[in-house]
């Protein structure tokens, strides 16, 4: 069935640094795909999200760039704060199957002041 | 801004025990989502709801049910809650204009432990 693989589970970096997050998705017909960023103990809240008719779209600290050919779409997140901890999920949207949402399984990010 | 109240943040049920998870959107959405949350799973969808008294299936359907009698309240029902339903569980809602690809609004999740 479709599924959204995504990597790395966990990752650490010092503030200021670059993080980036990939996934992969498997419905060729998906056209959806958005991030989503969930402190801890909060709810998910929708970051950025991208559409299959443009490759990349930033705002501000946070870009997203998409893959069709490779069916691959990464986040990436420059000058990071320890605001910036979380787990970030990504999605993509089913085609086939009325379009709803699968997500990938989550990258816990932790920034270190 | 889009309000998703979930009715409890936390539960403890015992096992056998008919479980409500009750969620009220404010914004006239008329799609509703039921997720559950377990790590290293990420957001999993349990059922939807594209309208009153519509309902599908998600991916993991099973041992749950769903109601949706108005447009704002959609509630999730463990018929007979065991111990691999403890989890933490989170209701979201959505634009319906036809695409799915409005943004979700989740509410804050109820954990629940079934013992």
């Known amino acids: 069935g479709e599924n959204v693989e995504q990597h790395p589970s966990t990752l650490s970096v010092q503030e200021g640094d670059s993080a980036v997050i990939k996934c992969t998705y498997s419905?060729?017909?998906?056209?959806?795909f958005p991030w989503y960023k969930q402190e801890l103990g909060k709810r998910p809240q929708l970051i950025i999200d991208i559409r299959s008719n443009v490759g990349e779209k930033k705002d501000q600290r946070i870009a997203v760039t998409l893959n069709k050919t490779a069916k691959h779409f990464s986040l990436h997140i420059t000058e990071t704060q320890p605001e910036d901890s979380a787990v970030y999920f990504c999605a993509a949207n089913r085609i086939r199957n009325t379009g709803k949402l699968i997500f990938g399984q989550g990258t816990t990010l932790q920034v270190k002041p | 801004d889009v309000k998703v109240t979930q009715s409890s943040r936390y539960l403890v049920k015992r096992t056998g025990e008919k479980v409500f998870l009750e969620c009220v959107q404010d914004?006239?959405?008329?799609?509703m989502f039921w997720y559950r949350q377990d790590p290293g799973l990420g957001l999993r969808l349990i059922y939807f709801?594209?309208?009153?008294?519509?309902?599908e299936k998600g991916d993991i359907p099973e041992g749950y049910s769903v109601s949706r009698e108005k447009k704002e309240r959609f509630s999730l029902i463990l018929e007979s809650a065991s111990t691999n339903q403890t989890s933490m569980y989170l209701c979201?809602?959505?634009?319906?204009?036809?695409?799915?690809?409005?943004?979700?609004?989740f509410g804050n999740g109820t954990r629940l432990t079934v013992t």
């Open positions: 419905d060729s017909a998906s056209n959806y």
């Open positions: 914004m006239d959405h008329e799609n």
């Open positions: 979201a809602s959505s634009l319906g204009d036809g695409t799915y690809n409005s943004p979700l609004h």
């Open positions: 709801s594209y309208d009153v008294k519509m309902k």
